[in-house]
Nanobody, 121 residues
Framework: EVQLVESGGGLVQAGGSLRLSCAAS????????IGWYRQAPGKEREGVSC????????YYEESLQGRFTISKDNAKKTVYLQMNNLKPEDTAVYFC??????????????WGKGTLVTVSS
């Protein structure tokens, strides 16, 4: 059974940093692209960043590049999202998702339950 478990969310002041973790199990970690998505209150889920399965290419939502960094630890089967210089508009539930390819949120097959990030001004 594919399982994705997010952790690392919390309350942080604007300008602060958080590192989210997505622990994967139940599938061959190397065979899947894993991405981070977020959903703010009253808004649709949107893509944040993704690691492709083939060559490890990374993708970022354009406005977040430079502040957010995605990485993975194959030995721990964990994907991380380092978030720096956080802004109140980054407040959202952050999800990780897995599928064969990096895609938009509607196309990803497997999802974690999410972790809440709240950025205070």
């Amino acid at each position: 059974e594919v399982q994705l478990v997010e952790s690392g969310g919390g309350l942080v002041q604007a300008g602060g940093s958080l590192r989210l973790s997505c622990a994967a199990s139940g599938f061959n970690f190397d065979d899947y692209a894993i991405g981070w998505y977020r959903q703010a209150p009253g808004k649709e889920r949107e893509g944040v960043s993704c690691l492709s399965r083939s060559d490890g290419s990374t993708y970022y939502e354009e406005s977040l590049q430079g502040r957010f960094t995605i990485s993975k630890d194959n030995a721990k089967k964990t994907v991380y999202l380092q978030m720096n210089n956080l802004k109140p508009e980054d407040t959202a539930v952050y999800f990780c998702a897995a599928d064969y390819y990096c895609s938009g949120p509607r196309a990803m097959d497997y999802w974690g339950k999410g972790t809440l990030v709240t950025v205070s001004s």
